[in-house]
C-alpha cells in the first residue's frame, strides 16, 4: 500500500455540529480493518473532544490542540508538544475585557473580534507567540506549533512518512497539515482557499465526504486519481 494512514480534522470533515454519524464511524472501521492507521488532527482542547467523540478508541493518535498535544487512546497516555502561555497573559486578556478565554495543557483561546486586542498583548508582553484562525476562533500558540508539527510528531510514534499520509481537513488551520501529507483532501463543505490547494475535493460534505474518501482509498489505494496527485509526485521527487 502507498497510503498507510489518514489523517482527519474533527469538526467539519468527521463530524457535523460536533456529532459522528454511524455511516462515518462504518467507514473508519473499515479503514481500520484494511490494516491503515487512524489518526484525528483538531484544534479541540483534549477534555472538551473526549465529551463529544465517543469513538477516540478508533483512533492510533489523537493530535489536539492544534498541534501542541498529542493523545494515545488505547493507553490514555498524553504528551505536551509545548509549554502554554503565561497565566498572567491570561490574565491580561481578561484584564482587557475578553471573558470567553479558555485554555487547555497548552492552548488558549477566544472568538472574534478579540484578534486584536490578542495580538496587541502578546506584543506588550514581549511574548514569542503566534494566533492562528478556525471559523471564527481564535487559537494562540506558542511560535511554530501547528497542526503540521502536531502530525508530525504522532507519525514519528508510529514510524510513518508523510508521503504516506492522507489529510482531510476544511478550514484555515488544515493547510498547514495537509501540506505535509502525501495527499491532502478538502470536503465539500472546505473552505474555498483550501479547496484550491487540496490535492483531492470530495463530492460529499463532513463524514460523507470521509466517507466517500475511505472507500476510494480502500478500492485501489488511490490509483486512479494519480493525475490529482502533482503536489505529492514533485514532493516524492525532491526526496
Not at 511554530?144 to 476544511?170: M, P, Q, W, Y
Not at 463532513?206 to 486519481?225: N, Q, S
Request: glycine share 8%.
Amino acid at each position: 500500500m502507498r497510503y498507510l494512514a489518514l489523517c482527519c480534522d474533527y469538526d467539519g470533515p468527521l463530524a457535523h455540529h460536533g456529532q459522528l454519524d454511524e455511516p462515518t464511524i462504518a467507514a473508519l472501521l473499515r479503514l481500520k480493518q484494511s490494516g491503515r492507521k487512524l489518526l484525528m488532527v483538531t484544534g479541540r482542547e483534549l477534555d472538551e473532544l473526549k465529551t463529544v467523540c465517543p469513538r477516540l478508541d478508533l483512533f492510533d493518535r489523537v493530535v489536539a490542540e492544534n498541534g501542541a498535544l498529542l493523545y494515545r487512546p488505547q493507553t490514555n497516555e498524553e504528551k505536551k508538544l509545548a509549554e502554554r502561555p503565561p497565566d498572567a497573559f491570561i490574565a491580561a486578556l481578561k484584564a482587557k475585557g475578553i471573558e470567553r478565554i479558555s485554555a487547555g495543557r497548552v492552548i488558549v483561546a477566544t472568538w472574534e473580534p478579540h484578534e486584536t486586542t490578542v495580538l496587541e498583548t502578546i506584543r506588550d508582553m514581549g511574548l514569542e507567540l503566534h494566533v492562528i484562525f478556525n471559523k471564527g476562533a481564535v487559537m494562540i500558540l506558542p511560535s511554530g506549533v501547528n497542526k503540521a508539527t502536531g502530525l508530525r510528531a504522532a507519525l514519528e510514534e508510529l514510524r510513518l512518512k508523510e508521503l504516506s499520509a492522507i489529510g482531510i481537513g476544511d478550514a484555515e488551520n488544515d493547510h498547514a497539515f495537509l501540506s505535509i501529507c502525501g495527499c491532502g483532501v478538502a470536503v465539500s463543505n472546505a473552505l474555498a482557499s483550501l479547496k484550491e490547494h487540496a490535492d483531492i475535493v470530495t463530492k460529499a460534505d463532513h463524514g460523507a465526504g470521509v466517507t466517500e474518501l475511505i472507500d476510494e482509498l480502500i478500492a485501489d489505494d488511490l490509483k486512479h486519481r494519480e493525475t490529482n496527485l502533482t503536489r505529492q509526485m514533485r514532493k516524492a521527487r525532491q526526496e
